[in-house]
Every structure is written in C-alpha cells, then in structure tokens.
C-alpha cells in the first residue's frame, strides 16, 4: 500500500464508479487516518505514510444550498390532512423541522419528555457527540404538538414522532414523508415542482429566515448547534433583497429619499455572489 496505488484507487472511483468528488475526497480523508496511524505505530513506514499524507484533497464547486421562501413554507406546514394519523404526525414533523433547525438524526430522537409545554415551551434536542441544545418553541409548534399528543396517546419514554408500529421514524421515513407533503403542496404553491427538497433544505431555511429577521450570526449558530459561527457560514447567505437594502444604506445622499434601482449588469453581480 503506497502512494501509488493510493492514486489509482482515487482515479478508480471518480472513472468507473463515478463517484463525486466530495465522496472521493471522503475515501482520502479515511486513508489519510489510517496512514497517520501507520505512522505511529510502525516508524520504519514514517516514509511511505507521509507520501500517502501528502495526496491533496480535490478542489471542487460548492453551489449553493437553497432555501425556502415563507409562503413555500407556509404551504409545506400545511400539506398533510389533519384528519388523518399520519398526517397529523406529519404537520408536527414538519413545524418541528422548520422551528428547530434539526438535523434528521435528532428529529428521529426526540422523545416525549424532551418537550416543555407549559412555562416556556422549548425543546431538548441531542446532537452530535452527545451535546444537548434547548431550542424555544414557536406558538404555532405548540398549538400542532398539543393537538398531537392528544390524538396519538404517547407517554413520556416513547418516541414524539413514531412510526405505525410505535417506533422511531428512520432517516428514508422522514424523506418520504417530506417528499409527499412537498407533491402535496406543489397545486397551491407551483414554485415548489421540481425543487430538490430535503431536510436539510428546511434546515437551511430555518438558518436565512433567522438571518433575514435580523437575527445574529452567534445566535443562529447556537440554535443550529454548531460548535463555531464559521460553521454556520455555510448555511447562510445573502439574498438579493438584503443586498439591495445594503446598497440601499450606502447610495449617494440625493438617491436616499427614492428607491434604489440597481442596474441589470449590477442585479447579474450580486446574483453571481
């Protein structure tokens, strides 16, 4: 095992088995952790390990993750049929995706005693490498969990967001749904037909409709349970409407009491960034 086949193995996946180069990359960084093991464990093989190390990852475009506006949302929530079992469960699901930012891993989580209804409605969610967050909870949350708890009769160690059988919702559960209720909403909101929507695309809209509320990076970071604000860069950028109003607070004193109209060619380089 040496650089060289290392090589050949990463121009194998991206040839034939036509992987992305983000899954290639993936494979490296593996590699790369066994080698550094090597590296320790087997000092004769120092050289062969730091050749392995010094294989680059592959640059590649990162586009642009995509969110929702506040009517596609608002014709998302209220997609499944609330008289039905599923589709109540689902309108939860749906409010608890858009409210908290969740990752699909700590939605499927969620448990009955993690809610607080009462004093300050917030809920308890367990992320990553066993961190616990407590996110608040918007009246409208409240309104569809209660109505929730009520009809399906869960107790306090069951799951909130179970399956027919009584278990957790698996990750390709939550996908399906989410599917359905976009299929649902598409008559009434014809800019949602053939839009690549996930969970993770709501919790991307989560992250831009806090932003665009005036909400701080640090807080939005908090709320989405990432260790560091750089992280949350990812999540989050400027729309056209806040580069427009940005240019709006810096035109020339004799523009200020009209609006600002930008050019097409400036519309073009705003859109490009």
């Excluded at 190390?53 to 995509?66: E, H, N, Q, S």
């Amino acid at each position: 095992v040496d650089a060289e086949l290392i090589l050949g193995f990463l121009a194998h996946l991206e040839a034939e088995r036509h992987n992305a180069v983000r899954s290639r990359n993936t494979r490296l960084a593996a590699v790369r952790a066994f080698a550094r093991y090597v590296a320790v464990q087997c000092p004769p093989a120092l050289l062969l390990a730091q050749r392995i190390l010094a294989i680059p990852m592959k640059r590649f475009d990162r586009p642009l993750l995509g969110f929702l506006s506040r009517g596609e949302v608002q014709a998302l929530l209220t997609a499944p049929d609330p008289a039905t079992w599923c589709g109540r469960r689902d309108r939860v699901l749906l409010q608890l995706l858009y409210n908290t930012g969740a990752r699909v891993s700590e939605l499927i989580g969620i448990r009955v005693c993690d809610l607080e209804l009462d004093v300050t409605p917030s809920l308890r969610l367990h992320g990553k490498g066993r961190k616990q967050r407590t996110v608040p909870l918007w009246k409208e949350t409240v309104v569809e969990i209660r109505h929730w708890l009520r009809s399906a009769g869960l107790q306090k160690d069951q799951a909130l967001l179970p399956n027919r059988w009584g278990k957790p919702m698996t990750r390709s559960n939550v996908a399906e749904r989410l599917a359905r209720a976009v299929s649902a909403a598409t008559p009434r909101c014809p800019s949602l037909q053939g839009r690549g929507i996930s969970p993770h695309t709501l919790r991307h809209t989560t992250a831009m409709h806090l932003l665009q509320a005036g909400v701080d990076l640090t807080v939005i970071a908090l709320w989405l349970g990432h260790e560091s604000p750089v992280t949350t860069h990812g999540y989050v950028e400027a729309d056209l409407a806040m580069k427009e109003r940005a240019l709006a607070a810096i035109a020339p004193p004799e523009t200020r009491g009209t609006r600002y109209r930008p050019t097409d060619a400036l519309l073009k380089f705003l859109q490009a960034l």
